[in-house]
């Protein structure tokens, strides 16, 4: 029995000519069978090439037919190509084929657009097979092995998508990344097709439609600044490369790295040309996440009712938490509503420490109404709220940032759990909406919103529609000051000025007001701080001797008098 195969371009005439040969002898002949295969002509070189290797054959156009020995096995046998076919056919059965170019050039087009239809259906068809390969880098951190259970619980991507986990680290060695693979195969997760370790540089992110950017190991506590910023570059540069050439189109891509979240987000967009922008983001939520605990201990509640709470600026840098926006749900107090129904949480924060006050130091409350009657009502009141706003902060620019300081500093090696749970509720948001009404922090490359310069890898409120991200435009009273604004792009330009060595030396920003860059947290409570103090500090001086008769038989308060009008 004789058995051809006849291998070529979809678009090429003479293959046309040769497979309807074949298709004849095949029905006429009943010794005789043919094997047909197809290339794209994008692809069809590669391919030849490939398979000339493999068989160590020498052929350069397009057919190439060979046969197969099905008698006694081994490599086929080359036979040629078209003419070399032919010239076959005829010795061996007689038959010729007469057929014009214009038929050829006619059957070649529709045997093309055949081939774009097959492979159409087989990429639909592979949609539904194959799962959802998800790739994790820094796969050796804590942060992955808790990670890997929520993205197998079908919370993230949904109940019926399986997904298949490959892990990887700087160095493309399986080491400890072996154990990681195991505990995650005796997971049995149903969803978990596939969970394995990439130790071959050429094979990484191949087919990726999620890649997550974890804790990596080049950082160096005892490098200055500007050597561990520069050592970012290389690292990014290889992924960035990698993803660009083996990951689809439409990867989702996700850093969530200790260290330099916005440097990382913009320098993989840099080397990766083709992906969309805004589908490589960078993960705020883990400092979202603390300020609300932070907050929530202050109140007494639960860090998850308390929602839009906004990070502007540099993720792991100069950033500003933004506190206006943000409500607390279920808060315990004497007013109850409906699950929806919220207060505002700089006013609890000042209920909270009045009652405090209250509860320490008995009847010493210096803005009590009846002490005042002297004034009218309007002036009562206006004292209330000065006094409001000074201590709410008060509290903030002192107690909440060094609280939370010291929160953030003693967790950086230590976000395994916060982290993880950041990176899946992200990823839930991408595929299945953000929840209607919240808003949530992400590190976004800027088109120039609030007023940020476009390119800029920069923390913003945002919310997720149909797998797209949408920086909340909308938001009334969000504006920062200049001082701020400037201070966090300059920030950020000076990072990517130093990664790119066009910038030896950290240069920070000038104005002396702003914090050094170990501490640079900064909490946004009002829109015009300054001009509010002015006002509170004259009000407070018209009503001081007011104040001192009505205060003079009671224990003084602690830092009222003196620290507001030194503030």
Known sequence: MAKFVIAGSASCPYFA????????????????????????????????????????????????????????????????????????????????????????????????????????????????????????????????????????????????????????????????????????????????????VCTVLEEAFFEAEVVIILNDDIDNESESLENRIRARLPLCQLFGSLIEKNARRTVKVIVAAKTFLNLTTSLLIT??????????????????????????????????????????????????????????????SAIWGPPSYSRYLLSLIFDRIKGNQKKDHKNVWIFDPIHFTPFGLAEVLSGIYFLKKFIHSEWISKEFVNSFNVLSSTRRFQRGISTAHSVATILKFWYHDSPPGEIFSLGLMSEGEFGTPEGLVYSMPVRCMNGVWFPCTDLPDTELTEDVKKAIIHDLEQEKLIAFGEVLIYQPYIPAELLPRENRVRIQIDENKDEDQKEQTEFLNTSSVEVSEAQSSQEPLEGTENESLDN
């Open 271 to 332: 080397y990766t040309p083709s992906i969309n922008p805004r589908n490589i983001i960078a993960v705020a939520m883990v400092m979202e996440n603390e300020a609300k605990a932070t907050l929530a201990r202050k109140l007494k509640t639960t860090a998850a009712d308390i929602k839009d709470v906004i990070i502007w600026g540099n993720i792991t840098g100069s950033h500003y938490v933004d506190l206006r926006k943000a409500k607390v749900f279920r808060y315990n």
């Open 17 to 196: 000519k040769a497979e309807l040969l074949a298709d004849f002898l095949q029905k006429n002949l009943p010794d005789f069978q043919i094997y047909k295969i197809t290339q794209h002509p994008d692809v069809w070189k590669q391919w030849l090439k490939d398979l000339c290797r493999k068989n160590q054959w020498k052929h350069e156009s397009s057919p190439i037919i060979w046969r197969e020995l099905l008698d006694r096995g081994g490599k086929g046998l080359l036979l040629g190509g078209f003419n070399e076919f032919l010239e076959h056919a005829q010795l061996y059965y007689g038959v010729t084929s007469k057929m014009m170019t214009s038929e050829m050039l006619i059957i070649a087009g529709e045997n093309l657009e055949t081939h774009i239809e097959i492979e159409q259906e087989d990429e639909e068809l592979k949609k539904k097979i194959s799962p959802l390969r998800v790739w994790i880098t820094g796969a050796s951190c804590p942060t992955c092995y808790n990670l890997i259970p929520l993205l197998v619980n079908g919370e993230v991507f949904g109940m019926e998508e399986e997904i298949s986990i490959h892990l990887l680290n700087n160095s493309f060695e399986e080491g400890s990344l072996s154990a990681t693979v195991m505990e995650g195969q005796d997971l049995a997760a149903p969803l978990l097709r596939e969970i394995s």
